[in-house]
C-alpha cells in the first residue's frame, strides 16, 4: 500500500455535522489517520503548511471523499510535525528522536521548510537557561580562526585553510580548501556564498561553498601598488565593507561594494595615510559592524604602543563619507567592542580593567563616558586583565568571556530621582560542568544557539535552551 492512501473511516469527525458523512466540507475539523492513531485537527492548520504538501493534500481528500485519510507513517513523528503546524515551535518531546529522523519526516510532508524556521527561531533563544548541548568536532589539526552564523542557523567555521559549513541541524554540509595559509576574516553573504580574507593575503575573496569555486577577488588599489590585505569584513542588506591595509602597512581604508550589483566598488571611505608619528592613522579598523537604526556603519582600531594600548570607535555615514560620531580610547582602550542596535548601545570590554562597560547611543554626549556595569570602574593594577576577553550582543543581552568563562549581562531598569537609570547585571553563564575550559576565541549566534570556540581546540561548542536541546 503506498503512504498516503484512502481508506475506511477509522472514526468519526467530532463536529455537529458528524452524523452526516457527505458534510466534510462544512465542518473545520479534519481527521486524519496516521500508522492506524487518529488525530484531529483543523483546516487552517493543515494550511499552514502551504500548497503542493502532503498536509495540503489530506486537506483536499478530506474535502472531496467521504473517508478518513490514512498514511503509513510513523504516527509519532507525525505528532511532532503536526505541533510545528500548531504552534511553529518543536514540542519538548522532540528531544526524544534523533533530528535527522525528524528532518526526512518533514521533508516526505513537504515542511522542512518550516522545520528550518522554527530550529532558526530567534524566540526560542533563552540566555538564562543556556547550556552546552553537542561538540561539533573538526579534521586535522588547525585551531579554528573565525566562525560566522546564517539566519537559518547554519554555521561556518574557518581552520586552517578550510572552510566547514553545517546545516541548520548542524549535519556536516562541506569542506572547502581556500588560497589561504590562515583565514581572519570570514562572513556569510548567502546559503553558499561566503567573503573571507586574511592579513597576510591579497584580495578579499567571494566563494561559493557548494561548488568550492572562488566567484570573485575584491582589491584596493592603493597608491603605493602594493598587495591589500583584509582586516575586518562587514555588511548591510545593500552593501559590502572591507578594512584594507596596504602591503607596506603605511596606508588604509575602507572599501564598499554593492552586494546586489556584482560586487560593484561603490565608494572609498576612511582613506589613510600614514605620515610621522600620527599613529591614529596608521591603525586599520579591525572590526566593522552595520547599525540599520541610524544607517551608521562602526569601524574599530586599536594599536599597542610604548605608552600603551590606544585605539578609537567611529561611526561612519556610508553614502556621505563623513565621521557621525567619534570615541576615543586612551586610557582603558577596548579588548574586544560590539554595538547593538535593539540595546542602542556600544559594548566594550576595557584590555586594563577586564571590565564591560557600554555608552548609550541615544544619549551621546561630547564627554563620552563609558557606564561600567558594575556602576563603577575598577582601579587598575598595571596588568592587561582584558587581554583576550570576547564580548557580543545577541538580542536583549550582552555575553562575556573572561579566559574560559562566559557570562551574560542583561539590563535592569531602575528609577532614580525619577529618572530611568540603565543598569546591567552579570551572570554566569551555563552549569558546573560548563564552567572553565581554555580561552574563548570566537562567540557567535544563530537563531536559538550560541556557538563558543577555545584556544587550541579543534571542535565548536552548541549552547542551547536545555528545553529545547536535541
Given at each position: 500500500?503506498?503512504?498516503f492512501?484512502?481508506?475506511?473511516?477509522?472514526s468519526t469527525v467530532?463536529?455537529?455535522?458528524?452524523?452526516?458523512?457527505?458534510?466534510?466540507?462544512?465542518?473545520?475539523i479534519?481527521?486524519?489517520d496516521?500508522?492506524?492513531?487518529?488525530?484531529q485537527?483543523?483546516?487552517?492548520?493543515?494550511t499552514?503548511a502551504g500548497?503542493?504538501t502532503?498536509?495540503?493534500n489530506?486537506?483536499?481528500?478530506?474535502?472531496?471523499?467521504n473517508?478518513?485519510?490514512?498514511?503509513?507513517?510513523?504516527?509519532?513523528?507525525?505528532?511532532?510535525?503536526?505541533?510545528?503546524?500548531?504552534?511553529?515551535?518543536?514540542?519538548s518531546?522532540a528531544?526524544l528522536?534523533?533530528?535527522q529522523?525528524?528532518?526526512?519526516?518533514a521533508?516526505?510532508?513537504?515542511?522542512d521548510?518550516?522545520l528550518v524556521?522554527?530550529?532558526?527561531?530567534?524566540?526560542?533563544?533563552?540566555a538564562f537557561?543556556?547550556?552546552?548541548?553537542?561538540?561539533?568536532n573538526?579534521?586535522?589539526r588547525?585551531?579554528?580562526s573565525?566562525?560566522?552564523t546564517?539566519?537559518?542557523?547554519s554555521?561556518?567555521?574557518?581552520?586552517?585553510?578550510?572552510i566547514?559549513?553545517?546545516?541548520w541541524?548542524l549535519?556536516?554540509?562541506?569542506?572547502?580548501?581556500?588560497?589561504?595559509?590562515a583565514i581572519?576574516?570570514?562572513?556569510?553573504l548567502?546559503?553558499?556564498?561566503?567573503?573571507a580574507?586574511?592579513t597576510?593575503?591579497?584580495?578579499?575573496?567571494?566563494?561559493?561553498?557548494?561548488?568550492?569555486?572562488?566567484m570573485?577577488?575584491?582589491?584596493w588599489?592603493?597608491?603605493?601598488?602594493?598587495?591589500?590585505t583584509?582586516?575586518a569584513?562587514?555588511?548591510?542588506?545593500?552593501?559590502?565593507?572591507?578594512?584594507?591595509?596596504?602591503g607596506r602597512?603605511?596606508?588604509?581604508s575602507?572599501?564598499?561594494?554593492?552586494?546586489?550589483?556584482?560586487?560593484?566598488?561603490?565608494?572609498?571611505?576612511?582613506?589613510?595615510?600614514?605620515?610621522?608619528?600620527?599613529l591614529?592613522?596608521?591603525?586599520p579598523?579591525?572590526k566593522?559592524k552595520?547599525?540599520?537604526?541610524v544607517?551608521l556603519?562602526?569601524?574599530?582600531a586599536?594599536?599597542?604602543?610604548p605608552?600603551?594600548v590606544?585605539g578609537n570607535?567611529?561611526?561612519?555615514?556610508?553614502?556621505?563619507?563623513?565621521?557621525a560620531?567619534?570615541?576615543?580610547e586612551k586610557?582603558?582602550?577596548f579588548?574586544?567592542v560590539?554595538?547593538?542596535?535593539?540595546?542602542?548601545?556600544v559594548?566594550?570590554?576595557?584590555?586594563n580593567?577586564?571590565?564591560?562597560s557600554?555608552?548609550?547611543?541615544?544619549?551621546?554626549?561630547s564627554?563620552?563616558s563609558?557606564?561600567?556595569?558594575?556602576?563603577?570602574k575598577?582601579p587598575l593594577?598595571?596588568?592587561?586583565?582584558?587581554?583576550?576577553?570576547?564580548?557580543?550582543?545577541?538580542?536583549?543581552?550582552?555575553?562575556c568571556s573572561k579566559?574560559?568563562?562566559?557570562?551574560?549581562?542583561?539590563?535592569?531598569?531602575?528609577?532614580?530621582?525619577?529618572?530611568?537609570?540603565?543598569?546591567?547585571?552579570?551572570?554566569?553563564?551555563?552549569?558546573?560542568?560548563?564552567?572553565?575550559?581554555n580561552?574563548?576565541?570566537?562567540?557567535?549566534?544563530?537563531?536559538s544557539k550560541?556557538f563558543v570556540?577555545?584556544?587550541?581546540?579543534?571542535?565548536v561548542?552548541?549552547?542551547?535552551?536545555?528545553r529545547?536541546?536535541?
Open positions: 500500500m503506498p503512504p492512501s484512502q481508506s475506511s473511516p477509522l467530532f463536529s455537529p455535522n458528524h452524523h452526516n458523512p457527505n458534510n466534510h466540507s462544512s465542518t473545520n479534519v481527521t486524519i496516521v500508522g492506524g492513531q487518529i488525530f485537527t483543523t483546516k487552517q492548520t493543515l499552514l500548497s503542493n502532503l498536509f495540503s489530506l486537506f483536499n481528500s478530506y474535502d472531496q471523499n473517508q478518513t485519510p490514512f498514511v503509513d507513517r510513523d504516527p509519532d513523528l507525525f505528532s511532532i510535525l503536526l505541533s510545528v503546524l500548531r504552534t511553529g515551535n518543536l514540542p518531546k528531544k528522536f534523533d533530528i529522523d525528524i528532518i526526512f519526516e521533508i516526505y510532508y513537504g515542511i521548510h518550516l524556521q522554527c530550529q532558526s527561531n530567534p524566540s526560542q533563544f533563552e537557561n543556556l547550556e552546552k548541548s553537542k561538540i561539533l573538526l579534521g586535522g588547525d585551531p579554528i573565525v566562525i560566522d546564517t539566519q537559518n542557523g554555521l561556518l567555521v574557518s581552520h586552517g585553510s578550510k566547514t559549513s553545517f546545516d541541524a549535519q556536516r554540509k562541506s569542506t572547502v580548501l581556500t588560497r589561504f595559509a581572519d576574516s570570514l562572513l556569510s548567502s546559503s553558499n556564498v561566503v567573503a580574507g586574511a597576510d593575503f591579497s584580495g578579499l575573496q567571494i566563494i561559493d561553498l557548494d561548488k568550492g569555486l572562488l570573485q577577488s575584491l582589491n588599489e592603493n597608491l603605493t601598488k602594493s598587495s591589500s583584509v582586516q569584513i562587514g555588511k548591510s542588506p545593500e552593501f559590502l565593507f572591507s578594512s584594507f591595509e596596504s602597512r603605511n596606508s588604509n575602507i572599501m564598499v561594494f554593492d552586494v546586489n550589483d556584482g560586487f560593484r566598488t561603490v565608494s572609498e571611505i576612511a582613506h589613510n595615510e600614514i605620515f610621522g608619528a600620527d591614529d592613522s596608521c591603525i579598523a579591525t566593522l552595520w547599525v540599520p537604526s544607517n556603519l562602526m569601524a574599530a586599536s594599536h599597542s604602543g605608552s600603551g590606544s570607535i567611529k561611526f561612519w555615514d556610508v553614502r556621505s563619507g563623513e565621521i560620531w567619534e570615541i576615543k586610557s582603558d582602550c579588548s574586544d560590539t554595538v547593538s542596535d535593539t540595546l542602542s548601545a559594548f566594550k570590554i576595557g584590555i580593567s577586564g571590565e564591560a557600554y555608552i548609550d547611543f541615544r544619549r551621546i554626549d564627554s563620552n563609558w557606564n561600567y556595569f558594575g556602576g563603577t575598577k593594577n598595571g596588568k592587561k586583565e582584558g587581554l583576550g576577553c570576547k564580548i557580543e550582543s545577541h538580542g536583549n543581552q550582552v555575553f579566559e574560559g568563562e562566559l557570562e551574560v549581562c542583561s539590563e535592569v531598569l531602575m528609577v532614580e530621582n525619577g529618572k530611568d537609570e540603565r543598569v546591567f547585571r552579570k551572570n554566569l553563564l551555563g552549569r558546573t560542568k560548563d564552567v572553565g575550559g580561552r574563548v576565541t570566537n562567540l557567535g549566534f544563530s537563531g550560541m570556540t577555545r584556544r587550541d581546540q579543534q571542535c561548542e552548541v549552547w542551547e535552551s536545555s529545547r536541546g536535541f
